[in-house]
């Protein structure tokens, strides 16, 4: 629970932090397009490793508050390893905070690839995807049908507004200061 490797490791997720998603997507992307044959699977990693430091910054901040809890040095005393400590103990707890991040980030990565596949830098057709849509509405049909632009705009921010509802109702049924009023 801290330590050098953890200082190390915190300092690589605030240098990767530093930098937009957008600009580390655009990194993995020109960094593992040579390598990655397939679009899709480029496009999946390009918008997973951005969200890394973040994931890690949300899951060792409730862990550390964890830690201080009281069972917890319970479990210490009786002579639990550290691995079962985190296992049995802190591991169910970093679980609420970490799956109502997910469905924040879920509507990010939704815009990520989106913007991805504007840029004509995500997945390419025949594969449907929302930002290839955006671009071929608006570059083709920016004149004489501006409304095909409109559609997959649309659906792209109800996609993220039903993510975002989502998990606002995930923190309110499992955040327990919630539950009691």
Same mark, same amino acid.
């Given at each position: 629970?801290?330590?050098?490797? =953890? ?19 655009? #990194? ?6 040579? &390598? ?12 997973? $490793?951005?969200?890394?430091? +973040? ?6 901040? !409730? ?5 201080? $809890? ?5 479990? +210490?005393?009786?002579?639990? !390893?550290? #691995?079962? &400590? ?24 939704? *815009?990520? %690839?989106?913007?991805? !596949?504007?840029?004509? *830098?995500?997945?390419? %057709?025949?594969?449907?995807? @929302? ?7 608006? %570059? ?6 501006? @409304? ?23 923190? =309110? ?9």
């Amino acid at each position: 629970f801290g330590g050098l490797f =953890d200082l190390i490791l915190q300092r690589v997720m605030d240098v990767l932090m530093a930098f937009p998603l957008i600009i580390l997507a655009l #990194a993995m992307i020109s960094i593992l397009g040579p &390598i990655v044959d397939n679009d899709i699977l480029l496009v999946i990693i390009a918008i997973t $490793i951005p969200f890394i430091p +973040r994931c890690a910054r949300v899951v060792r901040s !409730s862990a550390l508050a964890i830690r201080e $809890i009281p069972y917890v040095d319970a479990a +210490r005393a009786c002579g639990f !390893s550290h #691995a079962r &400590i985190i296992l049995r103990h802190m591991t169910p707890n970093v679980m609420a905070p970490f799956l109502i991040m997910i469905t924040a980030f879920v509507g990010q990565a939704i *815009l990520l %690839e989106a913007s991805l !596949s504007y840029l004509g *830098l995500g997945v390419q %057709e025949p594969v449907p995807a @929302w930002g290839l849509m955006l671009q071929g509405g608006a %570059e083709e049909y920016a004149e004489s049908a501006p @409304w095909i632009a409109v559609f997959p705009g649309l659906a792209i921010t109800l996609a993220v507004f039903g993510f975002n509802l989502f998990g606002d109702a995930l923190r =309110d049924t499992l955040d327990p200061k919630l539950r009691s009023q």
